[in-house]
């Protein structure tokens, strides 16, 4: 895989791509990071990217040259072959404005051959590049940062986390929180490690077995393998029924599953 960041703080990559999981991919050969200095693709003296917005407002918006001259000099395919699927490619812009980013859309994403990330800055981008440069405009949370840059870091880790080869363990990844594994979905319940399939992930244990008094559960401590499976299940739609409730309603769950969230939110209301 091949990713592409435009940003006019190029520097900032600096630190996030050159630890962990980001480090490894490189390392390994499974994708290539190139960072683009945007004022680099300027043509006044003042190197000048930014403008003011037609129709007044606070702040500045990204101009729309600088942008199109850049993802030119990248080579990509044309937008049109691009959302047909005909590549394996993807313009994405980062915005407040955009979807939210999800473990679905990394995964999505983990399939390209080629992704190009736009940082927006200030109050954003011209709209023409979200409208005919930009194949989706993307997310990280509802909430308002100042650019881009932090938005692309964690995309990039989140996807290049999913390459084969990027893990030690490729199965863990099917295990995780809010990852969802299709042979799980159809068989309508968890696997025999407990995949997340959509959920919060189960709570994590190791040594020592007691620690300031607190004693590992029995049932991790038993051998029993069914015994196992069925506490993670149960912690981990515990969890995302306290934390992130919205999450159960796409989850593939078991008639297991429906009896046991039912009783919780019996109790529940008994105690309330």
């Known amino acids: 895989m ?20 980001t480090r490894r991919v490189q390392e390994l050969g499974l994708a290539t990071i190139q960072v683009h200095d945007l004022r680099e693709f ?7 990217v930014d403008d003011r917005p037609f129709g007044g407002g606070e702040g500045m918006v990204l101009k729309p040259e600088p942008l199109f001259e850049c993802l030119k000099s990248i080579q990509l395919g044309s937008r049109e072959d691009r959302l047909a699927g005909n590549m394996k490619q993807s313009v994405v812009l980062l915005s407040a404005q955009g979807q939210r980013f ?17 940082c927006g800055r ?41 390459l084969p080869g990027a893990v030690g363990n490729e199965a863990s990844t099917l295990q995780e929180s809010f990852t969802v594994d299709p042979k ?31 004693a590992v ?11 196992i499976r069925r506490w993670r299940r149960q912690r981990a739609l515990e969890k995302t029924l306290r934390n992130r409730p919205d999450l159960l309603d796409g989850a593939a769950l078991s008639e297991e599953d429906k009896k046991f969230l039912a009783a919780i939110r019996d109790d529940n209301k008994d105690r309330g």
Do not use: W
């Open 2 to 21: 091949k990713a592409d960041i435009v940003t006019i703080f190029p520097d900032f990559f600096r630190g996030p791509l050159d630890y962990g999981i």
């Open 42 to 48: 300027t043509h006044d003296r003042h190197r000048t």
């Open 102 to 118: 999800t473990q679905k859309a990394a995964s999505e994403l983990a399939l390209l051959d080629r992704i190009v990330f736009i």
């Open 122 to 162: 200030y109050e954003g981008v011209d709209e023409r590049v979200a409208e005919h440069l930009a194949d989706r405009e993307l997310s990280i949370g509802d909430y308002v940062l100042s650019g881009g840059e932090i938005a692309a870091a964690v995309i990039v880790e989140a996807v290049m986390r999913l």
């Open 184 to 214: 799980v979905r159809a068989s309508g319940g968890a696997d025999s490690t407990c995949g997340s399939n959509g959920l919060l992930d189960y709570p994590h244990y190791t040594r020592p077995a007691e620690f300031l008094g607190i």
């Open 217 to 227: 559960p029995v049932e991790l401590m038993s051998g029993n393998h069914e015994e």
